[in-house]
């Protein structure tokens, strides 16, 4: 079985900064598998973030602002969000493409409001 958990969210005020950590634990090795942050604004289609596969790619309306990391040693993924925007307020899921499997983490929120 294959657990994904978010964590870090919250409030901050436009400007700031937070960092997302997604724990994976079970049979998923993360350094093998695909892993991915999609997020989910009210009213909003669920739409990909960051994904880091043998490279990284990001929706174009985060570039240059957050960046997707990986500790392989922890299986722990990290979202690194920085000059936040209240558009970017959402729900942020963790994504894991592993063994021709998908899963996904419960969501963690965020809200950029000053």
């Known amino acids: 079985q294959v657990q994904l958990v978010e964590s870090g969210g919250g409030l901050v005020q436009p400007g700031g900064s937070l960092r997302l950590s997604c724990a994976a634990s079970?049979?998923?090795?993360?350094?093998?598998?695909?892993m991915g942050w999609y997020r989910q604004a009210p009213g909003k289609q669920r739409e990909l973030v960051a994904v880091?596969?043998?490279?990284?790619n990001y929706a174009d309306s985060v570039k240059g602002r957050f960046t997707i990391s990986r500790d392989n040693a922890k299986n722990t993924v990290y979202l690194h969000m920085n000059s936040l925007k209240p558009d970017d307020t959402a729900v942020y899921y963790c994504?894991?493409?592993?063994?021709?499997?998908?899963?996904w983490g419960q969501g963690t929120q965020v809200t950029v409001s000053s």
């Open positions: 994504n894991a493409q592993w063994v021709a499997e998908e899963y």
């Open positions: 079970g049979s998923i090795v993360i350094r093998r598998s695909v």
């Open positions: 880091s596969a043998g490279s990284t």
